[in-house]
């Protein structure tokens, strides 16, 4: 959904939920959709490393705004 060539999914680490680090993942589909998924990556096996998606929505336009600054960093623009 938002791994793709065109659009780099920006991931921001944020409050953990217990010892789970969370993160919003900011991206972009290649139909154009601006979404923020917040969610949790595992530390203990049988899933370490593995990301769980809380939720998927639009994002706001604040948000938006974020995203295409640092993406546009990531891109050296």
Same mark, same amino acid.
């Given at each position: 959904m938002l791994e793709n060539q $065109?659009? +780099?999914p920006l991931w921001v680490r944020t409050k953990s939920f217990g010892k789970s /680090?969370?993160?919003l993942v900011y991206g972009? $589909? *290649?139909a154009g959709r601006y979404l923020l998924v917040p969610g949790i990556v595992f530390e203990d096996p049988p899933? +370490? @490393?593995m990301f769980m /998606?809380? $939720?998927v929505r639009a994002m706001t336009s604040k948000e938006k705004k974020f995203y295409e600054m640092h993406r546009k960093d990531d *891109? @050296? @623009?």
């Amino acid at each position: 959904m938002l791994e793709n060539q $065109t659009f +780099k999914p920006l991931w921001v680490r944020t409050k953990s939920f217990g010892k789970s /680090p969370a993160y919003l993942v900011y991206g972009r $589909t *290649l139909a154009g959709r601006y979404l923020l998924v917040p969610g949790i990556v595992f530390e203990d096996p049988p899933m +370490k @490393g593995m990301f769980m /998606p809380i $939720t998927v929505r639009a994002m706001t336009s604040k948000e938006k705004k974020f995203y295409e600054m640092h993406r546009k960093d990531d *891109l @050296g @623009g």
